[in-house]
């Protein structure tokens, strides 16, 4: 009998395995293949402004900044929009708003949502075995085509009661993909006070949060961007959101903690990504480099990646197949207009990723204005396709005390660039980022740069016809592109 008890073991193995079901094959799949788990964090209005780990030395953020230390920093990754919806539907679906319905906000009266001939990121992570769970602001539409395992309930502005109601998630027996997202730094409600020039309290409470240690910055201290007014009312709203920056760090930090204790933390990639800029006029809903430019961080323990700096253009867009090539899970790269920099994660300065796209059609339904972007190497180019509106506020921008300051005292200048400028823009807007970061000279109308605007111009187009964009009819509908090179 002993003889055959090897041969007996083998029939009764593959005996088992024949009669699994199709979703105990994936889940047999996922463990032989050790798929990592991955983390995907996700912040609401946060700049590369507010962090150590780019540069600021006045905002407290020791964990993110220990994420930079033990993994890579991109200095050149960008959202597609720089409006929360429009923005976590790319992240999820890999894919241009404009071609998926997601012009927009979806809740209330703005109705906007994706396609529900679409699929998404955690529905094919959930497939190949993956336990999937969210946490915090959802903000995408339908829930069919996004659709999480786990939906789990915290407060999403107290980032450690958020951390702990991810305990069983981080210990699941399948490997998991967690969706974190806070609801800070947005604007906190509501969003016009009673006295104008009251700082918005950025989701802060005198009170604070329960575990959370409340960091209260001085005005006097913070960072002013170059693109902002510096006023008695910038500087108190920035300590507002620094201190909201703060609250995210701890949770951030607690949640990593509880990752080490479960043993898993050497096989989970973390990423750390913002939605858009941050929550003041000339970044959020804009596609000027503050509104899209963001931060990204991710801490991959399979690469020996330790405290590098990544400087390749990458985009929103391209978060999703890079996920997937994480987790080791097969697709088709047409299914998305976004490509995997998995592979580059290394390096410094890989060839090939010096051009990226911007689309943004709304933010709110009464928000009308589609711009279009395409960055190459130092150039941008913004197309304005309804440049003759005047550029509309969201509501938290128009009642912030910073926006008021100005505009209550009919003060000419918003920061560097004039009010006016910034309330009416041109149809075009080239600029040479290298030598004007704060996009101030518009060079689409200097006769040097003609055959530069010519050029960005076809590779917008391209961009537009292959992504399937509805507003790409615009170029016909207009005089001035006549005679350009566009094939109209």
């Known amino acids: 009998m002993k003889s055959y008890l090897p041969k007996l073991l083998f029939v009764m193995i593959a005996i088992t395995i024949v009669g699994c079901s199709d979703k105990q094959k994936e889940v047999a799949q996922v463990t032989k293949s050790n798929q990592p788990n991955i983390i995907l964090f996700v912040a609401d209005d946060h700049g590369t402004d507010a962090i150590g780990a780019y540069g600021n030395p006045v905002i407290k953020t020791p964990n993110l900044d220990q994420l930079a230390a033990e993994g890579v920093k991109f200095t050149n990754a960008y959202c597609t929009s720089a409006s929360c919806a429009a923005s976590r539907s790319v992240i999820l679906s890999g894919k241009f708003g404009h071609a998926t319905g997601s012009y927009g906000h979806v809740h209330d009266y703005h109705h906007f949502s994706t396609y529900d001939t679409e699929t998404s990121l955690p529905i094919i992570m959930e497939k190949a075995g993956y336990e999937t769970a969210r946490i915090g602001k959802y903000h995408v539409a339908p829930e069919k085509v996004y659709h999480f395992n786990q939906v789990l309930e915290a407060d999403p502005r107290n980032t450690v009661e958020m951390a702990d109601a991810c305990a069983d998630v981080l210990k699941s027996d399948k490997p998991f993909f967690l969706y974190f997202c806070t609801d800070d730094p947005h604007r906190g409600y509501p969003f016009e006070p009673e006295q104008w020039d009251t700082p918005n309290s950025f989701g802060n409470k005198k009170e604070g949060y329960k575990d959370v240690e409340t960091v209260i910055y001085n005005p006097k201290d913070v960072l002013v961007p170059s ?262």
């Open 227 to 488: 693109f902002l007014p510096d006023t008695k009312q910038t500087r108190e709203e920035i300590a507002q959101y620094y201190q909201s920056i703060s609250r995210i760090d701890q949770g951030f930090g607690k949640l990593m903690k509880m990752l080490q204790a479960t043993g898993k933390a050497d096989n989970t990639i973390v990423i750390y990504i913002s939605d858009n800029g941050m929550a003041f006029p000339g970044a959020k809903t804009t596609v000027y480099e503050p509104g899209i430019k963001l931060p990204c961080i991710i801490k991959d323990p399979l690469k020996n990646i330790k405290g590098a700096t990544n400087n390749a253009m990458i985009s929103w867009v391209d978060l999703t197949p890079t996920i997937l090539d994480m987790a080791k899970i097969d697709y088709k790269k047409e299914d998305f207009h976004g490509k995997s920099f998995n592979s580059i994660l290394e390096k410094t300065n890989p060839k090939g990723w010096d051009e990226v796209y911007a689309s943004h059609t709304f933010h709110e339904i009464t928000m009308y204005y589609p711009m279009r972007v395409v960055r190459n190497k130092n150039y941008k180019l913004i197309w304005n396709i309804a440049w003759r509106l005047e550029y509309p506020f969201a509501s938290d921008l128009w009642a912030s005390s910073t926006w008021q300051s100005i505009y209550r005292n009919d003060i000419e200048n918003f920061g560097p660039r004039k009010v006016q400028d910034f309330l009416f823009r041109p149809e075009f807007e080239l600029y040479d980022l290298e030598k004007d970061p704060d996009e101030l000279n518009n060079l689409a109308t200097n006769k040097e740069f003609e055959k530069t605007l010519e050029s960005m111009k076809i590779k917008l187009k391209k961009f537009q016809k292959d992504t399937s964009d509805p507003w790409m009819i615009m170029w016909g509908h207009d005089a001035s592109l006549q005679g350009t090179g566009v094939n109209l």
